[in-house]
């Protein structure tokens, strides 16, 4: 009998270590030989964005004028209109020779010399009313004068003299208001210009024009060229002005 229960003990141990050796080999997973589990991808996950806390700073108080330093930025509009370029001169030139004057210069080969000048000491060329920019504006011209002295004339002496036309100017217009005076040069010749704005009525409506007026000195005389056009054509007539200073030459 004492036989029968030491075997049914060690039966009894047996299984038990049996069933355990069973229950820790049953967590692997047996592959082929040499053979790596590979390691499964992870994706990252997106770093998240704190959002901010509104405490009450982050909305607008549209109550409040905006800062009168800030520096305002221009907005065009989407549907601006293209500004029409304005024309550009295309003169046909020709050189005009006074002996008496002893002067020549290029002026357009259409404008009209005005009569009633002596060009002895005055000419005048006057642009064809068939030809005008501004259709019901003021006729443009050129004047050239001489104004002969005894004496040699200098740069300052074109100064003292380009005033004094100013001052006859003012007294020829309805209203007339002259820039700044600068120095200048004609050919070899010394002087002074300036612009002015000016206002004319003949009797029928106001003209308004814009002008300059230079004058330099050379040997014992004086010449003043003044160059009068509307004032919304003044940069396009210009162009005869500077044509006349490249080409003038003293005789």
């Excluded at 229960?5 to 082929?32: C, I, K, R």
């Excluded at 002026?107 to 005055?122: G, K, R, S, V």
């Excluded at 020829?172 to 005076?181: Q, S």
């Excluded at 308004?208 to 004086?222: N, Q, T």
Aim: glycine residues 4%.
């Amino acid at each position: 009998m004492k036989r029968i229960l030491v075997f049914l003990a060690a039966a009894l141990t047996a299984f038990s270590v049996a069933q355990a050796e069973s229950d820790t080999d049953s967590t692997f997973v047996f592959g082929p030989a040499d053979t790596e589990t590979a390691a499964p991808e992870v994706t990252p996950s997106p770093t998240p964005i704190p959002l901010l806390e509104d405490n009450g700073d982050s909305s607008f108080d549209f109550s409040q004028v905006d800062n009168p330093l800030a520096t305002p930025v221009a907005i065009d509009p989407i549907d601006k209109p293209t500004p029409t370029p304005a024309p550009t001169p295309n003169y046909a030139y020709e050189t005009y020779t006074n002996d008496m004057m002893a002067i020549s210069f290029d002026i357009p080969y259409t404008w009209l010399l005005n009569p009633a000048t002596n060009q002895e000491t005055t000419i005048q060329f006057v642009e064809p009313k068939s030809e005008r920019m501004d259709v019901d504006g003021y006729q443009t011209r050129l004047t050239v004068e001489r104004f002969s002295a005894g004496l040699t004339q200098t740069a300052s002496d074109a100064k003292t003299r380009l005033e004094a036309v100013l001052t006859e100017l003012s007294g020829m217009f309805t209203t007339f208001k002259a820039g700044d005076i600068a120095s200048a040069s004609i050919s070899s010749a010394k002087g002074y210009y300036c612009y002015y704005t000016a206002t004319y009525n003949d009797g029928t409506k106001d003209y308004s024009m814009r002008g300059r007026l230079v004058v330099v000195a050379h040997d014992k005389e004086l010449f003043q060229i003044r160059l009068t056009t509307p004032s919304a054509w003044f940069s396009y007539y210009n162009h005869v002005y500077r044509q006349l200073r490249q080409s003038f030459k003293f005789l």
